[in-house]
T-cell receptor, first 114, second 113 residues
Framework: DVKVTQSSRYLVKRTGEKVFLECVQDMDHENMFWYRQDPGLGLRLIYFSYDVKMKEKGDIPEGYSVSREKKERFSLILESASTNQTSMYLC?????????????FGDGTRLSIL | QQQVKQSPQSLIVQKGGISIINCAYENTAFDYFPWYQQFPGKGPALLIAIRPDVSEKKEGRFTISFNKSAKQFSLHIMDSQPGDSATYFCAAPRGAGNTPLVFGKGTRLSVIA
């Protein structure tokens, strides 16, 4: 069964900390994505990557960076966490080609910044 | 850039009724319109998708209706069940080629007995 695994379900950090969210997929997918989900705002794309060491900004990249050193792993980094980054973070992956290439999502990391 | 506008934000339906969620998109150039379903505590998962060369696609109790001239597509859930209670997202490609999807803001569906 295909799987996208996010390292933590819940995480509590303090303002100003550097925070790492990890995501691993076992499907050999080329594309990986980080989204942020907030009530009433839906899924907003933070960053995505279509190959190892490649990254592209999404809609809300400010305050975030990413790293993809291996094909199966995509990390989201909050350089200096702030309270407005408290949210649910979702990782996803798929292969190129829209049709019949659904995005597979992890179950999310609920991050609280105090 | 493609945007999708989804309505309603929330929906309460009686068991056995029909749930209808609507989405409007802007860019007519693209060719893939999926719906994702998300249960509490889980990530979204693809439910059903349509290409605009057909006006309707049905999978079990779930149907997508597509109106290309109006730039709208809708999800219909027939004989809605409490197990269908979830958040539903429509989506569309941002552009041609290998580009991410853009998602609607979601509809929280509650099916009550």
């Amino acid at each position: 069964d295909v799987k996208v695994t996010q390292s933590s379900r819940y995480l509590v950090k303090r303002t100003g900390e550097k925070v790492f969210l990890e995501c691993v997929q076992d499907m050999d997918h080329e594309n990986m994505f980080w989204y942020r989900q907030d009530p009433g705002l839906g899924l907003r794309l933070i960053y995505f990557s279509y190959d190892v060491k490649m990254k592209e900004k999404g809609d809300i990249p400010e305050g975030y960076s990413v790293s993809r050193e291996k094909k199966e792993r995509f990390s989201l980094i909050l350089e200096s966490a702030s309270t407005n980054q408290t949210s649910m973070y979702l990782c996803a992956s798929n292969n190129p080609g829209q049709y019949n290439q659904p995005q597979h999502f992890g179950d999310g990391t609920r991050l609280s910044i105090l | 850039q493609q945007q999708v506008k989804q309505s309603p934000q929330s929906l309460i339906v009686q068991k056995g009724g029909i749930s209808i969620i609507n989405c409007a998109y802007e860019n007519t150039a693209f060719d893939y319109f999926p719906w994702y379903q998300q249960f509490p505590g889980k990530g979204p998962a693809l439910l059903i998708a349509i290409r605009p060369d057909v006006s309707e696609k049905k999978e079990g109790r779930f149907t997508i209706s597509f109106n290309k001239s109006a730039k709208q597509f809708s999800l219909h859930i027939m004989d809605s069940q409490p197990g269908d209670s979830a958040t539903y997202f429509c989506a569309a490609p941002r552009g041609a080629g290998n580009t991410p999807l853009v998602f609607g803001k979601g509809t929280r569906l509650s099916v009550i007995a």
